[in-house]
């Protein structure tokens, strides 16, 4: 295959849906699942799911902020959504004083809820297909470049005519690698305000040493309210606007949670690679997370070390240790689970497969032959650019003053542009020090000087040669290998690492200034890196993956051809989806069974283990569960806590709501187990489970654990 095929003119691509489970399916395509779905339990019709001309379920989901999803409860625009996606917010509203992580925090009524500057709520109004729009501007014989510039320029005219002036947001999405292409238009709320948020030894019950496993005991969610103005349209936020209405919201069920109930899962799902080759897989399980995993362990040592040591510190990276724990995490499971799969060679068969059937076709074989070879070939120059990507996020990233320095990069570019106002700069520098007033908050600088000395040894190490930004080589040069040296230095010459020089800085700057910015050794290691990673290999290794779209463009659109009784559904990339299962556990290791649900004495179990901080409880919640003080919300004397379900989700889908057969909210999902982490690559059914917190034990935390009864007053709630 020498030129590049844009489109595979035989086959045509329609998606078939025979065996489910695995998939994240658009919602304007469901009618598709409709039969299995139906046998499976559902008593909804593809309507009842997404209405192109009316109301429809869609219509009370929304993408909370960037990487998560929520769902109104309430007709008052009363919005749920987990815990660990509003915990920036209850961080932000918190203080020693008024603690809302460690304590919580619940609005008694309207006026005591907390506006949230910055955040939003992006409703989803409508899909179309555009695909024959966009195939209408390409021609046969254009480059990859070409192809790209003129998907880009159909999709923005699309995009602005369906923004209708400002009034919606337009986005035009490629599935499939650019096989279809669907417009997505939403309209984004900027009043919204935060209701209640149980306490962490609640909502983040557990922790890290609990985060991706089962059994899980947490009550991850909390809730905000959509306000609008007077039109129910969006609004900055001012104290007149009124709660939002929302076309829909979801009765919450206080039903029993059975094993084999059907279950949806309707969220935005943010990536997965269910595609990628033999040459892609084994490079993440044999370089990438390796290489994470490793950079990771040292930082979570290092985190750790000093947070044992001072409460303060201990607050001040509880979020960057969850974040940095998190993928670490997934990571490894990801790769446990790739190899139990035996994922590379499982791809490689594919891919005989697929040179098989190239070459019984003879029609196509001209076209196709040496598309496998050709993916290996574009990867061998793609993956050394990859990895060096990924090591600078990993190690450069992580080290706090570099990135923090590397901000200035905007102040600098001001200051030396001359057409740049008065106005601008004032601007820029306010927001700088509104920057270093937020960074300086959470920061501990002996924490990131160890982190600092200890991630440019793993940046210089694990750098391929040709691949090393040389301001590195250079101070490894300069310095002989001896980190250590080099980070006191930076440490005690930079301005900015400490928030008083910093501020002093800033204090009365001027245009000239720009000097001692670029000076700094914090900047200049920071700038170093950036230009090296933005010129030297961010450009390249986009071209490759131009490419590489391209072969999987033609790839994936003949899968289908290929294995006829499967399913395939387009790889998640931020847009809404519905994927659907059932309650049920699995069997992830040899004599170990997981069973679909937790109970409450599960948690006075936990918590019986004093040593274990992350399993502490309150004394309020040790007491209402001690005496079993469940209220109408447990059966047969169990307050179901989480589930089990074999909903195929992944990263974005947290804060999705979990509905039942009829469509009644039953929980509010948050995690995947250990064993499922692989499913963002490759699925497996026996073991691929998501977590959900109960909408019982939600209901139960409201009322019983914060006296909140109010609250349930607006629901609907279906018994
Ligand atoms: N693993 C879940 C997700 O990927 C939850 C993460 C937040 N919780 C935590 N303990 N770090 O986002
Ligand atoms: N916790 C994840 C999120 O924040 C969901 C878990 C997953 O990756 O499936 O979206």
């Known amino acids: 295959m020498k030129k590049l095929i844009l489109f595979l003119s035989v086959i045509l691509i329609t998606l078939p849906t025979l065996r489910a489970v695995e998939g994240m399916w658009l919602p304007s395509l469901i009618h598709k699942n409709m039969e299995e779905m139906q046998a499976m339990g559902l008593e909804l019709s593809a309507l009842d799911l997404y209405n192109p001309d009316g109301v429809s379920f869609k219509d009370a989901i929304v993408r909370f902020g960037r990487g998560c999803t929520g769902a109104f409860i309430s007709e008052h625009g009363l919005l749920i959504t987990n815990h660990h996606c509003g915990y920036g917010q209850i961080q932000r509203h918190s203080t020693v004083e008024n603690d809302y992580l460690t304590h919580g925090f619940w609005a008694t009524n309207k006026d005591e809820e907390l506006p949230n500057e910055g955040l939003t709520i992006t409703i989803l109004v409508r899909m179309e297909d555009v695909t024959d729009q966009i195939r209408a501007g390409l021609t046969p014989g254009m480059t990859e470049k070409e192809f790209g510039a003129a998907v880009d320029s159909i999709s923005r005219k699309i995009e602005r005519a369906a923004a209708e002036n400002g009034r919606y947001s337009a986005q035009v999405n490629p599935f499939y690698f650019g096989n279809e292409y669907y417009l997505f238009v939403y309209q984004i709320f900027r009043d919204v305000r935060m209701v209640g948020a149980p306490p962490s030894s609640i909502g983040k019950y557990g922790g890290d040493i609990d985060n991706w496993m089962w059994p899980r005991h947490s009550g991850d969610f909390m809730l905000f309210r959509v306000y609008a103005d007077e039109n129910n349209e969006p609004a900055d936020y001012s104290p007149d606007n009124v709660p939002y209405r929302p076309a829909k919201h979801f009765s919450i069920s206080n039903r029993k949670l059975n094993e084999h109930d059907f279950t949806m899962v309707y969220g935005f799902p943010g990536r997965t690679n269910r595609y990628l080759t033999s040459h892609a897989v084994d490079f993440i399980m044999n370089k990438e997370n390796p290489m994470g995993i490793e950079v990771r362990t040292d930082i979570l040592r290092i985190y750790e070390h000093f947070m044992a040591q001072s409460d303060t510190v201990r607050i001040q990276y509880a979020g960057k240790h969850a974040g940095i724990s998190n993928a670490w995490k997934r990571w490894m499971g990801e790769n446990r689970g790739l190899a139990q799969l035996d994922a590379v060679n499982v791809k490689k068969q594919q891919e005989e497969k697929f040179e098989q059937w190239v070459n019984n076709n003879p029609e196509i074989a001209a076209e196709l032959s040496g ?331 409201i009322d019983k654990y914060a006296g909140m009864g109010y609250l349930l007053d607006e629901m609907k709630i279906v018994n």
């Not at 927001?431 to 440019?456: C, K, N, S």
């Not at 690492?497 to 910015?517: G, P, Q």
């Not at 290794?541 to 399913?567: F, G, H």
Request: hydrophobic share 35%.
């Open 371 to 701: 598309l496998i070879n050709e993916f290996e070939e574009t990867y061998r120059l793609y993956h050394p650019y990859r990895f060096a990507f990924r090591l600078y996020f990993e190690t450069g990233r992580n080290i706090e003053l570099v990135r923090f320095a590397g901000q200035f990069n905007r102040l600098v570019n001001l200051s030396m542009n001359s057409e740049t106002d008065e106005e601008t700069l004032r601007g820029e520098v306010l927001r700088m020090q509104d920057a270093a007033e937020r960074f300086f908050r959470d920061y501990h600088a002996p924490v990131d000087r160890e982190i600092m000395t200890t991630l440019l040894e793993h940046y210089t190490q694990r750098s391929q040669q040709g691949y090393m930004p040389p301001v590195l080589e250079e101070i490894n040069k300069r310095h002989k290998g001896n980190f250590d040296d080099f980070t006191h230095r930076v440490f005690r010459r930079s301005m900015f690492a400490s928030k008083e020089s910093t501020l002093a800085f800033l204090e009365n700057y001027r245009a000239r200034d720009h000097r001692k910015i670029t000076r700094d050794p914090a900047y200049s290691l920071a700038s170093g890196l950036i230009d090296f990673v933005t010129s030297d290999i961010q450009v390249p290794m986009q071209m490759a993956q131009n490419t590489l779209d391209s072969l999987y463009r033609v790839y994936t659109a003949s899968l289908k051809e290929i294995y006829p009784d499967s399913l395939f559904f387009p790889d998640a990339n931020g847009t809404l989806r519905i994927t659907y299962g059932r309650v049920e556990g699995s069997y992830p290791r040899d004599a170990i069974q997981f069973l679909p649900y937790t109970t409450a004495d599960g948690i006075l179990e936990k918590a019986a283990q004093r040593e274990i901080e992350d399993y502490r409880i309150s004394e309020r919640l040790h007491y209402l569960l001690d005496n079993r003080v469940y209220g109408d919300y447990a059966s047969e004397d169990e307050l179901v806590v989480n589930f089990v379900a074999s909903n195929h989700t992944t990263g974005g889908n947290s804060g999705s709501p979990v509905l039942d057969s009829q469509g009644n909210f039953i929980g509010i999902n948050f995690d995947r187990s250990w064993e499922s982490t692989m499913s963002d690559i490759m699925f497996d059914p026996e073991q691929c489970r998501n977590i959900s917190v109960n909408s019982r034990y939600i209901l139960w935390v």
